[in-house]
């Protein structure tokens, strides 16, 4: 599964689940904020809000242009195998919020 994809598959998920207006909103941090906002906050949010935030395939990607080319990739301070467990983590808790 392509990095990328999955960045914009929980940007989607996130905005239809919470209805977020991407007018407004249209980093996938300010999705995730609004997702999970601090007023009214809840210990599930907060723990959902963290979740995200601090995902490296999500959060900490690099972005590098060459030429005519846009190459898209997680961090590269993060081991494969991390990568893997991440994406593993990042679908369930997607499939969790969804249900």
């Not at 601090?54 to 997680?74: A, C, G, V, W, Y």
Request: proline share 2%; no cysteine.
């Amino acid at each position: 599964m392509s990095y990328l994809f999955l960045r914009l598959n929980v940007e989607r998920k996130l905005v239809d689940k919470f209805s977020i207006d991407t007018k407004k909103h249209d980093l996938l941090s300010q999705i995730i904020l609004a997702a999970f906002p601090f007023k009214k906050d809840t210990a599930e949010k907060r723990a959902h809000r963290v979740f995200f935030m601090s995902r490296k395939t999500l959060l900490n990607e690099f972005n590098h242009f060459e030429m005519d080319m846009n190459i898209f990739q997680p961090a590269i301070d993060i081991t494969d195998k991390s990568l893997n467990k991440e994406k593993v983590q990042i679908l369930a808790r997607l499939d969790n919020i969804l249900s």
